[in-house]
């Protein structure tokens, strides 16, 4: 009579994609980066600032 063995690689699950995780850190900086140049593109070609532009100042 054989024994079964228990498998000895334990299967590797996919990180959640949500919550403070590497992947939500990454998306959130790039995000963040690509506002920032934005930012910056907007007040270099129209010579005001954001918040002028948004009519906020």
């Known amino acids: 009579m054989m024994t079964q063995s ?16 590497e992947y939500a850190e990454r ?7 690509i506002g920032f ?8 070609f129209t010579d005001k600032g954001v918040l002028s532009w948004l009519g906020l100042k």
């Not at 998306?27 to 980066?33: P, T, Y």
């Not at 140049?37 to 270099?44: C, D, K, R």
């Open 6 to 21: 228990q498998p000895s690689v334990t299967p590797k699950l996919e990180e959640p994609k949500f919550g403070f995780n």
């Open 27 to 33: 998306l959130n900086g790039r995000a963040a980066m």
């Open 37 to 44: 140049i934005l930012m910056v593109l907007i007040e270099y």
